[in-house]
């Protein structure tokens, strides 16, 4: 059985059946008007603390949900979270959130003055209201972190006096 002969194929054919992506020849292209093409957008790369806060967290399993922070700070709540979650190796199967929340608050207040808040656990809603520069939320392994701070005022207190 002889096969019959393929005809050449039109040029409409040709550029109907190309797979995307494969340009064709110049030649092709001639008296088809060129389409505009958009601007490539720039390509961002992130500063130098963005990429070592990347490497950290990527390192000590944690998984950044949402931040206004420093970098700085952050990396300092991974390392002390870490460093919690792997202190105690008979609470590694269930780790005691409220002994996570209280070591990562008296740390920061510590380091970073008076008024942090801090929320662990595996399932909770929140909304809150943060200083500038002093809120992160992150996940390690199955448990997510809140920490916060919020302003302190001082208190004015009246003195009464007895008669």
Known sequence: ????????????????????????????????????????????RPLGSEVKLEAVAVDLNVRLRSADMPAVMQVRAFRCTRSLLNANPEEKKKPNPTH?????????????????????????????????GG?????VEKLSFLLFKTQVRPVKTRQIRYV
Not at 29 to 40: E, H
């Open 135 to 139: 809120f992160v939320y992150y996940s």
């Open 1 to 44: 059985m002889e096969r019959p002969e393929m005809e050449a194929k039109t040029e409409d054919e040709t550029r109907r059946r190309r797979p995307r992506g494969v340009r064709p020849n110049k030649q092709l292209m001639v008296g088809r008007a060129a389409r505009p093409t958009l601007p490539s957008p720039a390509v961002t």
């Open 100 to 132: 996570l929340a209280m070591s990562l608050k008296k740390e920061f207040d510590a380091l970073y003055g008076p008024a942090w808040h801090c929320i662990v656990g595996k399932s909770f809603g929140s909304f809150v209201t943060h200083s500038s």
